[in-house]
């Protein structure tokens, strides 16, 4: 809580997201969220309160709540005003020089002898730097992840390319065995090089929703780390008050896309190329393999 402020940043926080309101509604039932949470919770059809889970009336638009609204704005310019303020205790109103290791919170001296009586104390400062060595570890994997995903983009790209490269040289292969073949040839080269186009087709779109999601979760990553990293900059008790819900950003699930197995299959086209249409025409050409 900033200092001179009477409102604890509970009572400006919205339930469903828990961060300060934006643009809070008021329901019928005098909870208050913000509206876009409510868009969201409301987006199933129930319109029911997320708090209470009372149901509202149908078309009725909960209108916007002016006083906490207002209170929302106060509270964050006061929060920017007063940024390079210290937090004080909520409870005694004095600097909060102190950490409890057995409670797991910042504390002033008056909550030595009224709350934390025996309980294993040290300095603010070292318990910050502790728990910032905390983060900065669970920090390292997410940052090696996009790292990795980096590199499947960039793989991904390439792969899109040497496709490319693959097709055209493919088809030049393809037509070159069916020139040998001369018109009587012509149906079977057609069937062929629809087949390695209709491949292209397939593996460049699988390769495209790869992007995608690689790039999706590059930007789900980078979001997190921005997070995180704005966290650790906060002053030391808003961020020790704040660390459990760093650390659970930090529990990052996304797994790595796999981008094998989407280049073209050139052995299939061009492979016994000869051979196989041999068979067909008995006796118009000799068997040869193909491994390009």
């Keep these: 809580m900033a200092t001179n402020f009477t409102v604890s940043v509970d009572e400006v926080s919205c339930p469903v997201c828990c961060d300060v309101f934006t643009n809070p509604v008021l329901l019928l039932c005098s909870h208050s969220v913000c509206k876009a949470c409510l868009q969201q919770c409301w987006r199933d059809g129930t319109r029911k309160c997320p708090l209470c889970r009372r149901v509202a009336p149908p078309g009725a638009n909960p209108p916007v709540n002016l006083a906490l609204k ?27 020089l102190l950490f409890c290791l057995v409670d797991k919170q910042p504390i002033c001296a008056d909550c030595v002898s009224n709350l934390h009586n025996n309980h294993k104390l040290c300095h603010i400062k070292v318990a910050a730097q502790d728990h910032q060595m905390k983060v900065q570890e669970a920090l390292k994997p997410l940052q090696e992840k996009l790292k990795n995903f980096h590199g499947i983009k960039d793989t991904v790209n390439q792969s899109m390319q040497h496709i490319k490269h693959q097709v055209q040289h493919t088809e030049r292969q393809i037509k070159k065995e069916f020139k040998e073949l001369h018109q009587f040839l012509h149906r079977e080269e057609a069937a062929r090089i629809t087949a390695l186009k209709q491949e292209e087709m397939q593996k460049s779109a699988a390769l495209n929703r790869k992007m995608e999601e690689t790039l ?74 193909y491994w390009g």
């Design 70 to 96: 207002n209170l929302c704005e106060r509270f964050a310019l006061e929060q920017d005003a007063g940024g390079g303020s210290e937090t004080l205790c909520s409870l005694h109103q004095e600097k909060l």
């Design 216 to 289: 999706r979760k590059i930007e789900a990553l980078s979001a997190t780390i921005s997070t995180i990293e704005k966290d650790m900059g906060k002053e030391d008790a808003l961020f020790l008050q704040n660390f459990n819900a760093t650390m659970k950003r930090a529990q990052c699930t996304i797994r790595e896309p796999d981008a094998s197995g989407l280049l073209i299959d050139v052995a299939k086209h061009v492979g016994n190329l000869k051979y196989t249409v041999w068979e067909k025409m008995l006796g118009m050409v000799q068997y040869s393999e």
